[in-house]
Structure formats: C-alpha cells, structure tokens
Antibody, heavy 115, light 112 residues
Framework: EVQLVESGGGLVQPGRSLKLSCAAS????????MAWVRQAPKKGLEWVAT????????YYPDSVKGRFTISRDNAKSSLYLQMNSLKSEDTATYYC????????WGQGVMVTVSS | DVVLTQTPPTLSATIGQSVSISCRSS???????????LNWLLQRPGQSPQLLIY???NLESGVPNRFSGSGSETDFTLKISGVEAEDLGVYYC?????????FGSGTKLEIK
C-alpha cells in the first residue's frame, strides 16, 4: 500500500525557517517525480515545488522561489521541503504528492507562521 | 500563468441526480507530446485531495465509474452520473501542461 506521511510542521515566527519531511512507502520512490502542494486555511490548492527522480531538477512557482528548497533522499525514500524566510502568507497545510499524475497524497502537515 | 475557471462554485444535488462541473482554461492544455494534462481531484471534508480523473478522461484506479471526464484544448467537464452521499466535497481541476502547475478554485458539491 502506498503511503506518504508528512512531518515537521508547527508554529514558527516570520522570517524563521522550518523543514518538512515526507516518508514514502509502498512503491519504488526513486522512480517518481514528487511534489509539495499547500492549502491555506479555507482556501484552494497551490503547487509549491516539484523534484525529479534523481533530484537534479527542481521547479518552483515565483511565490516561493529563492526561499523554499525541495530535496530528496532516495535511499531513505524521503522527500523534504526546506522553508526559509517564512511569511504569514505561507501559513497552510502542506501535502506531499506523487507525480505523475498526483495519484497519491499524504495526510498533510500544518505550518503556521505567526509572531 | 494558466488560469482555470471552474463553474459553478457551488452545486447542490439530490442522491441519484447527475451533475456536471466545468473547467475552462485560459490557454490550450494540449501539450507538444500530444497529451492533455488536465486532472480532476476531490477533497472530502477533512481529508487530503484524491485523484479522480487524469489526462482529461482516464479514470483513476478504484474510482467509481459514475465519474467521467471529457473535453479538449480549453474546455473540460467532470460529470457525476448518479450522485451518492460520499461524493460531497470540493472538486478541483488542475493542469500540468504549462509551468507553473495551477489549480481551479474549486466547486463545492453539497447533498440536498
């Protein structure tokens, strides 16, 4: 059974950093592109980052480019999201998801950016 | 960025009724490789999104066949043929043809 389990969320002050993790199981992790998608409270879905199978290619929207870094450890079947210079508008539930075609999603982890 | 406009924003249906949700794109979603990367997701209350349909019309494994997708280029539709109580939630279309990947604003399905 495919499982994606996020961790690392919490309350953080503006300008600080936080690193999210996503533990994958039930499939050959190294064969898939992976992504992070977030959802602000009571809002819709927003793509945050994508990483290639080897980790050599990463993609971001302008809203997080330069502040967020996606990475992976295929030996550990783990996905990460390093978030720096956090802003209040980064407050959201963060989901890791398997691409293509976004067929599996984790349960999500909440990140609250507030002083 | 590609804008996906979903209509209606809310939908109220009785059990057994058939309903449709529209997703219109600001650009053609036909990729140069010949595929059209338009997916439909359902987010039930308090849950993560789940994939229903991928590449316009392909039913994801395990998804009931009362769900179907159609369309091309810029105009897409999700149809539910005979709504069931478990279908309540918010439906999103999403596109992965053009960077950045974008989502529609969602259609909330309520059961009367």
């Amino acid at each position: 059974e495919v499982q994606l389990v996020e961790s690392g969320g919490g309350l953080v002050q503006p300008g600080r950093s936080l690193k999210l993790s996503c533990a994958a199981s039930g499939f050959t992790f190294s064969n898939y592109y992976m992504a992070w998608v977030r959802q602000a409270p009571k809002k819709g879905l927003e793509w945050v980052a994508t990483i290639s199978t080897s980790g050599s290619r990463t993609y971001y929207p302008d809203s997080v480019k330069g502040r967020f870094t996606i990475s992976r450890d295929n030996a550990k079947s783990s996905l990460y999201l390093q978030m720096n210079s956090l802003k209040s508008e980064d407050t959201a539930t963060y989901y890791c998801a398997r691409r293509e075609p976004f067929d599996y999603w984790g349960q999500g982890v909440m990140v609250t950016v507030s002083s | 960025d590609v804008v996906l406009t979903q209509t209606p924003p809310t939908l109220s249906a009785t059990i057994g009724q058939s309903v449709s949700i529209s997703c219109r794109s600001s650009q053609s979603l036909l990729d140069s490789d010949g595929d059209t990367y338009l997916n439909w997701l359902l987010q039930r209350p308090g849950q993560s999104p789940q994939l229903l349909i991928y590449s316009v019309s392909n039913l994801e494994s395990g998804v009931p066949n009362r769900f179907s997708g159609s369309g091309s280029e810029t105009d897409f539709t999700l149809k539910i043929s005979g709504v069931e109580a478990e279908d309540l939630g918010v439906y999103y279309c999403m596109q992965a043809t053009h960077a950045p990947l974008t989502f529609g604003s969602g259609t909330k399905l309520e059961i009367k």
